[in-house]
């Protein structure tokens, strides 16, 4: 998913001065002891077109979001970068061009589906942590997309409807990829290369 956007702004001009490489404005909302103290950060990017379809369908259940509109006008409104977490374009760019200067695994959503016990090792091995199989598989599955959607503490099957109605939209709907195909046309696949070349 993306990053929310903090309401406040950077507490002093000397954060956004020693930040100004940093690039993309979301960086720039972390805390500057986040890259003093050189912290690891996990960066998950998914394909831009499946990340246009998820944020529609949780933007029309999210009724602290303003209405996405039709499928139409939100294509137009993501392709801008007009959403309310700003350019999905900038972001994952912004932490591409991060991620050899910094501590970011930067993994890849599709890859985490292809093949789940592999980027859980990457991450593992990336946080200098050691388990033994029988843990790892366990922690396949708990993480597995199936079983997350069942858990309430990660389906927010226990938040207000007034706040997220699932009636719309699960909240967790498929956690597959290539369902831009079902909404799209050639203009969608034409526009948003599947590469990734951030």
């Known amino acids: 998913m993306g990053t929310w956007r903090s309401a406040s702004e950077p507490s002093s001009n000397t954060a956004i001065l020693s930040l100004s490489g940093l690039g993309h404005p ?11 103290n050189n912290c690891k950060f996990l960066y998950v990017a998914r394909n831009a077109k499946d990340c246009m379809v998820s944020y529609y369908h949780f933007q029309r259940m999210n009724h602290m979001l303003p209405d996405p509109g039709t499928w139409e006008e939100y294509f137009e409104t993501f392709i801008n970068g007009k959403v309310v977490w700003g350019s999905w374009f900038d972001h994952v760019k912004g932490w591409w061009e991060m991620k050899d200067r910094h501590q970011i695994l930067f993994l890849f959503y599709e890859d985490i589906k292809r093949d789940p016990k592999h980027e ?10 050691k388990v033994d199989e029988t843990v790892l598989d366990k922690i396949v599955q708990e993480t597995s997309f199936e079983k997350m959607k069942e858990n309430p503490m990660t389906n927010r099957s226990t938040v207000s409807k007034s706040i997220l109605d699932q009636s719309i939209s699960s ?5 597959v990829w290539g369902l831009f195909i079902i909404h799209s046309d050639c203009l969608v696949t034409s526009c948003l290369p599947l590469s990734r070349q951030y």
């Open 120 to 129: 859980i090792r990457k991450v593992m091995q990336f946080m200098g942590k």
């Open 171 to 175: 909240f967790m709907r498929k956690g």
């Open 26 to 36: 979301n960086l720039l909302l972390l805390p500057p002891s986040f890259w003093e």
